[in-house]
């Protein structure tokens, strides 16, 4: 079982940034693909980025291309999502997954395994 701990949302005028962590206490942090996702009130939930285990590719949703930016720290057990330029339209519930690990990033979320709790990410007008 694979415990994910999502923190950094809260409340942000458009145009301003936030930078959300997701961090495990799991040693296997390194052998998963980590995702993004998020879900807005009356949404489904949707893909927003994701890396694979090495960190060496990334993935973006295209509402979010250019403006955020997925990262990881395997020796912290931790991945990252940087999100400038932000908009109302991004406000959800942001979501982290661990999955795979796979040949190719995967958008799906039924290829992740292990969810965290989410966090909240308003933006303001």
């Known amino acids: 079982q694979v415990q994910l701990v999502e923190s950094g949302g809260g409340l942000v005028q458009a145009g301003g940034s936030l930078r959300l962590a997701c961090a495990t206490s799991?040693?296997?942090?390194?052998?998963?693909?980590m995702g993004w996702f998020r879900q807005a009130p009356g949404r489904e939930r949707e893909f927003v980025a994701a890396?694979?285990?090495?960190?060496?590719?990334?993935n973006y949703g295209a509402s979010v291309k250019g403006r955020f930016t997925i990262s990881r720290d395997n020796a912290k057990n931790t991945v990252y999502l940087q999100m400038n330029s932000l908009k109302p339209e991004d406000t959800a519930v942001y979501y982290c997954a661990a999955g795979g690990p796979y040949d190719t990033i995967n958008y799906s979320q039924t290829s992740y395994d292990y969810w965290g709790q989410g966090t909240q990410v308003t933006v303001s007008s």
């Open positions: 890396i694979r285990r090495s960190g060496g590719s990334t």
């Open positions: 799991r040693r296997t942090f390194s052998s998963y693909d």
